[in-house]
């Protein structure tokens, strides 16, 4: 009689681990990336490209690069970096990651097409405040990213 109790037991065990196995524990690193990710958020009202704000520019005002920036980091680093929060699966930690990355890239992108424009006659004189600090937080974001997605065991 004891016996399918000790299986059931066991059982429940193997799911407990499973689960375990497929989320990460991000302690302190999960309060900083929330940060970063609301500066993102502040960084979208701050000017990007002349006199337009993040938010205008991720709705097409401002030049495609800044757009497609615009809309890696916000994609990227606010919604999946929200949802891997809040779930603390593994794989979207991996997600953020490379997606960081490849937002990085596309902000050193329009900050460079933001200091040469004036060749090409894009709009924009140089990069905006809220371009910087988006940028800036990208690149810290995929850097924990990163971290959290190597730090499970």
């Not at 193997?14 to 302190?28: P, Q």
């Not at 905006?128 to 990213?145: F, K, N, P, R, S």
């Amino acid at each position: 009689m004891t016996e399918p109790k000790i299986d059931e037991l066991a059982a429940e065990i193997d799911e407990v681990g499973e689960r375990a196995a497929k989320t990460i524990e991000l302690g302190r690193r999960g309060f900083s990336i929330a940060v970063l990710v609301f500066v993102l958020l502040i960084a979208q009202l701050l000017p990007w490209v002349g006199e337009h704000a993040g938010w205008e520019v991720l709705l097409g005002r401002g030049g495609g690069i800044p757009q497609l920036f615009a809309a890696t980091s916000t994609g990227i680093g606010v919604f999946v970096g929200a949802v891997t929060l809040v779930t603390r699966r593994w794989w979207l930690a991996w997600v953020c990651a490379a997606g960081g990355w490849f937002a990085s890239v596309d902000g050193m992108l329009a900050i460079w097409s933001q200091q040469s424009s004036n060749a090409t006659g894009a709009a924009g004189g140089g990069p905006g405040i809220g371009l910087l600090v988006a940028w800036i937080a990208t690149v810290a974001l995929a850097i924990y990213w990163m971290r959290a997605a190597f730090s499970r065991s």
